[in-house]
Structure formats: structure tokens, C-alpha cells
């Protein structure tokens, strides 16, 4: 590619970005707010699907794909090597979305 203002933008701020990132107090807060928006992600898509009340088995189906897949992404690693914050984030993203229904079902009784 050409080295134009843009891209020269783009790769300083992705570089920026990352070495923002390394510290670890805000890698830590980053895990955090995922955790937070997957426990907030989770009633969301509970209720949006009890709406209609047709979609409930391919919503929970989809969700259990879903959380296999990013297992399976994320944990197919190495444990020696460090993983990206990425996919740290998708896996807090993925525990507060699982924490948060079975607190659901829990609150249910079913």
C-alpha cells in the first residue's frame, strides 16, 4: 500500500492505542467494562427474545454456539503464549454473558 496521510493516521493510532493498552491497570479495566457489558448483554438478549416468544430455542442455540466457538478460539492456545486483549476481552464479554443467564434462570425458579 501507499504511505499516505491516511494510513500513516491509522498505523500511529493503532500504535498509540496499543501502547496504551499495555499498562496494566488499563488492561485490567478494559476486562472489567467487557465483564460488565456481557453481564448487561445478557437480560438484553433474554428479553428480546421472550418477546415473540418463537425465537427462544434458536436464540439459546445460537448463544451456545456462540459461547463454544470463542471457547474454542480463545482457549486453543497455548497457555505459554500471551493471548491478545482481544480475545481476553470477547472471554470476559462471554463469562458475564453466561454469569448473567443463570442469574436470570436463578430469579426465574426455572
Not at 463454544?68 to 482481544?86: K, N, P
Amino acid at each position: 500500500m501507499q504511505n499516505t496521510r491516511l494510513n500513516r493516521l491509522v498505523d500511529v493510532t493503532g500504535d498509540r492505542l496499543t501502547s496504551w493498552l499495555q499498562n496494566p491497570w488499563r488492561r485490567i479495566s478494559m476486562l472489567i467494562i467487557s465483564l460488565l457489558f456481557g453481564n448487561y448483554l445478557g437480560p438484553a438478549i433474554s428479553l428480546v427474545a421472550g418477546q415473540q416468544g418463537q425465537l427462544d430455542i434458536v436464540i439459546a442455540a445460537l448463544l451456545v454456539a456462540l459461547t463454544e466457538l470463542i471457547s474454542a478460539v480463545v482457549y486453543r492456545r497455548h497457555s505459554d503464549t500471551a493471548r491478545s486483549l482481544l480475545l481476553d476481552c470477547l472471554n470476559a464479554i462471554k463469562v458475564g454473558l453466561i454469569y448473567s443467564l443463570f442469574v436470570d434462570a436463578f430469579k426465574l425458579g426455572s
